[in-house]
């Protein structure tokens, strides 16, 4: 048993770790961009930028597989597949990197590539530091994460650890004789390098390491920049091909088509994500604030496994200044460019630095198992010590990434859309917990497709109005005017020629305006609370003169009349998970809110059994939520 135990340890690990992953993972969608990921899979439709041409491929063969499980758990369950093979990716690359430190052997001879410690390694120790250190990237927080729902991240976890094993095999390649360098690993890494950034961008925080490890193995050589061009003649073809999908799918007007990339200007719009480079390098303030958020955060991340990294700091430096070097480039390489993009769900981007503490983990692992043993064998006090931190780090970590009661999102999402009228209207950026939800729904399960949900601040973009049109086509009847009046004012915005804001802003609210007043009188037209709080109450937006609205439920109603205007009532049931994020809490107190705003709307009217009714949902339903005194005060009459 133990001798099958030592040969495969490495995707017995990988099976333990996807294991505690399936106690962890989503029943349905989460936040942000799940419920709009995993419709791009299923439907082989287009994402957000970059576009993650790979991530929708294989995600798309994934989910016809004919699985006993609903197919947003189906997407989720791929996720925990990825995260659980980068595991696996991770210990093959740890137990190379141990084999070329040291080999133990008759003659005790050292690895020519890097003369490092005159230690004995034996072949048990370097096993449970493999596997050790990938346990402590594994329930990393922010890599464990990745593994609850369907994320871009996941996969790309696979791959980067994929790439960082060929550059690593490649770097300590030495070759017989003069064999031909497209017969060598280098090959393999460009094919794997493509293979990332096929799926995503962030593969580029990898190549100053590589470019380290390169540049000191060839020297700034001609044959180093030819054995570059070879790369290239692999990675670059390979990239055009998966990328090609965003053209040719898009042409055929699917579902989702972020973008629309069908030609050469928008596909470098969308594959160089120019929508969002207004967040990137904005600001140093910014850059501080997220330099400030991961270091504040780095101890919720290992917890007690920091002492381990940083054990392993200095014992990398003993046991390889090579790899010590590469490993701190490509964290730093990591966090300095994170920490200048300025979005609030930055933790993802850091998930490379964390896979470089990792690393220093091995090492920390290692230099335990190896000088802190009782007489010449026994390593169990170390083996001990750290198992001990792991088993502490899980017990914290564990609630803080457990998904698997998390119904809250679907519930929202379904619960709004079923509150309003049949084949009515609604208005909204509330993309984190209902949007990106709601092209689940809509699209895979065919939720309530009567509803048309419409994005406001997608609607300052022109590729949206092909989707609207595609989607909803009797949406924009009636509306040529102010439609093309939009797209001709934001089409030199977005060509990076000169163009007017304010004729592109009042253009973009002319179009708002007809769109209410063009669908009122034929359908339920309903607001998202965020415009209202946001806009409406500083005028950023109008409804069509002799419109106002009332609160709903979950949404304003746009009405012209002045008159009491009845809901329904509140017999939702929303789902919240055990631990709640900070996206659940927010939810919480938007719904929250619109309660209480129902609950004041009825006493205008008197109707004070009415606002009990909104005022007790709250109460029994949303346990964070805090409600306003003077609606307790109601609950005493």
Known sequence: MLKYIKKYFAPLTALFVFIIYLFTLAPSVVEIDSGELATVQITLGIAHPTGYPLFTIVGHIFSLLPLPFSKIYQMNLLAAFWCALAVWMFIITAKFILDQIKTSGKKKKKVETEKISSEVISEDIKILASVLGALFLAFNRTFWRQSTSVEVYSMQLF??????????????????????FYKSPWILFAISLALCFSNHMTTILILPGAAYLYFKKFKLSKQSWIQICWMLLIFLPLLLIFYSYLPIRASQNPLLDWGNPTNLERIIRHVSGKQYQVWLFSSTASAEKQFTYFFNGLPNEFTFGLIIILIGLFSAFKYSKTLFTFFVITFLATVLYSINYDIHDIDSYFLLAYISLSYFALFGSLKLLQNFR???????????????????????????VNQRDNYAFEDYTKALINGTDKNSIILSYQWDYFVSAAYYFQFVEGFRKDVKIIDKELLRRSWYYHQLQNDHPSLLDGMQTETNNFLTAVAPFEKDENYNPTIIENAYQAFMTKLVSSHINKSSFYIGPEIFENEMQHGGFRLPAGYTIVPDIFLFKVTNNRHYIPAADPNFQLRLPKHRNNYVKLMENLLGSMLARR????????????AKLYINKAISSLPDYTIPQPLVDVLTK
Not at 160 to 174: D, G, H
């Open 374 to 400: 009782i007489g010449n064998h026994s390593i169990a006090p170390s083996l001990t010590l750290i198992v001990l931190i792991l088993l502490a780090h899980f017990y914290i970590t564990y609630p803080n």
């Open 599 to 610: 609950a004041l709307y009825e006493m205008q009217f008197d109707k004070v059994d009415r």
């Open 159 to 180: 791959l980067i650890s994929l790439a960082i094993y060929f550059l690593l095999k490649s770097y300590f390649y030495n070759p017989n004789g003069n064999e031909k």
